[in-house]
């Protein structure tokens, strides 16, 4: 039985798929290699996972039914891990549409999918965000707080998500599992994300655009612990035919300025600062209660900032000769 993980080009999916195939499990992986951001390392991430035994590729996109279709006439699958998305909150304000067909119209086509593999599947674990907390003011986030207030169209095709995944699993008794991400960091990262672009202007001697002085707080999440975590869930269904969801982060929120500190001694370099108001779409801070991950599947974020920084760094400086 293989474990169907689409976005296997992606970065998590990627990192997924991997430790998947490193304790011997048959990955089945999809991915449509878009331009959202540099395909060169869609294809690289790729190329080290069609390596393995065990792993079997479909290119295509899953707001296309055929796709995920053709991924099922691949070989037999008991689990589902469903992390290809439109990603970025910026980029939904840019290209609304790109979110509505990937997040909702795919996540619809593999709920669908998972339904017609009807007793054999076992758990579909699904890629939420902690964006959907949107303006949430209070700390830590937990899952029983409000979400009715996204702030970005990405948040609100999550949550879309979420909801959609309820149903389903109400009509139909899916074993499912959504997993509220909170900023994932380290090697074959996004290129689109904070780390990825203050390393790439401080090593460059670039101005970094920093937002709201610096002040806002992320949750910064080390990319082996998300997929430890993540591991940990798909091994450990709910209850047959609910749906349930879970905080994934590192619950020590820290702010950018401190994030930009540490890049700074990691390079050896002073940050030129470009300074910017808050942009639409974004959150003040995130902070990821993980008491009930942890209480049911013993999760505990494990890498300090500056150890996973410094992962990071050392994998861009490789990956971009610099
Ligand atoms: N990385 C984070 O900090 C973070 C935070 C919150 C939530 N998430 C969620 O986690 C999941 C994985 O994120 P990531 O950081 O690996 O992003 P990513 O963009 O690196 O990976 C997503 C992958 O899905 C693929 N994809 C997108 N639309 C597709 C489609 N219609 N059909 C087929 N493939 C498609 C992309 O080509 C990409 O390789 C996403 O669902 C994302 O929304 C990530």
């Given at each position: 039985?293989?474990?169907?993980?689409?976005g296997?080009a992606g970065f998590?999916g990627y990192?997924?798929?991997?430790?998947?195939?490193?304790?011997?499990?048959?990955?089945?992986?999809?991915d449509d290699l878009n331009a959202y951001y540099d395909p060169r390392l869609k294809q690289a991430r790729?190329?080290?996972?069609?390596?393995?035994?065990?792993?079997?590729?479909?290119?295509?996109?899953?707001?296309?039914?055929?796709?995920?279709?053709?991924?099922?006439?691949?070989?037999?699958?008991?689990?589902?891990?469903?992390?290809?998305a439109q990603a970025g909150?910026r980029y939904?304000?840019e290209n609304?549409?790109a979110?509505?067909?990937?997040?909702?119209?795919?996540?619809?086509?593999?709920?669908?999918?998972?339904?017609?593999?009807?007793?054999?599947?076992?758990?579909?674990?699904?890629?939420?965000?902690?964006?959907?907390?949107?303006?949430?003011?209070?700390?830590?986030?937990?899952?029983?707080?409000?979400?009715?207030?996204?702030?970005?169209?990405?948040?609100?095709?999550?949550?879309?998500?979420?909801?959609?995944?309820?149903?389903?699993?109400?009509?139909?008794?899916?074993?499912?599992?959504?997993?509220?991400?909170?900023?994932?960091?380290?090697?074959w990262g996004r290129p689109d994300m904070?780390p990825w672009l203050?390393?790439k202007?401080?090593?460059?001697?670039?101005?970094?655009?920093?937002?709201?002085?610096?002040?806002?707080?992320?949750?910064?999440?080390?990319?082996?612990?998300?997929?430890?975590?993540?591991?940990?869930?798909?091994?450990?269904?709910?209850?047959?035919?609910?749906?349930?969801?879970?905080?994934?982060?590192?619950?020590?929120?820290?702010?950018?300025?401190?994030?930009?500190?540490?890049?700074?001694?990691?390079?050896?370099?002073?940050?030129?600062?470009?300074?910017?108001?808050?942009?639409?779409?974004?959150?003040?801070?995130?902070?990821?209660?993980?008491?009930?991950?942890?209480?049911?599947?013993?999760?505990?974020?494990?890498?300090?900032?500056?150890?996973?920084?410094?992962?990071?760094?050392?994998?861009?400086?490789?990956w971009n000769?610099?």
């Amino acid at each position: 039985m293989a474990v169907l993980v689409t976005g296997a080009a992606g970065f998590v999916g990627y990192h997924a798929a991997e430790a998947l195939l490193k304790r011997g499990e048959d990955v089945i992986g999809v991915d449509d290699l878009n331009a959202y951001y540099d395909p060169r390392l869609k294809q690289a991430r790729l190329d080290r996972l069609a390596v393995q035994p065990g792993f079997r590729f479909v290119k295509g996109d899953i707001a296309e039914e055929a796709t995920l279709d053709d991924a099922g006439g691949q070989g037999a699958i008991d689990r589902i891990l469903h992390l290809a998305a439109q990603a970025g909150v910026r980029y939904s304000l840019e290209n609304p549409r790109a979110y509505v067909r990937s997040n909702v119209m795919g996540h619809l086509n593999v709920l669908e999918f998972a339904r017609g593999l009807g007793p054999d599947l076992k758990h579909l674990v699904y890629a939420s965000s902690s964006s959907v907390y949107g303006g949430n003011d209070k700390a830590p986030f937990a899952e029983t707080d409000p979400v009715d207030n996204p702030v970005s169209l990405y948040a609100a095709t999550k949550r879309a998500d979420e909801l959609m995944s309820a149903t389903y699993s109400h009509l139909y008794g899916l074993s499912q599992t959504g997993l509220r991400f909170f900023t994932v960091y380290g090697p074959w990262g996004r290129p689109d994300m904070a780390p990825w672009l203050f390393t790439k202007a401080l090593l460059a001697d670039q101005p970094i655009n920093v937002f709201a002085g610096g002040h806002l707080l992320r949750d910064f999440t080390y990319i082996d612990d998300i997929v430890t975590g993540v591991l940990k869930v798909l091994d450990a269904p709910p209850v047959a035919g609910t749906s349930r969801l879970y905080n994934i982060g590192n619950s020590n929120p820290i702010t950018v300025n401190d994030f930009i500190a540490t890049l700074e001694r990691l390079t050896g370099k002073t940050a030129r600062r470009n300074e910017l108001p808050m942009q639409p779409g974004d959150v003040r801070a995130t902070h990821a209660d993980i008491s009930a991950l942890e209480r049911d599947t013993g999760f505990r974020p494990a890498t300090p900032l500056a150890e996973g920084l410094a992962q990071f760094v050392e994998w861009y400086r490789g990956w971009n000769g610099v």
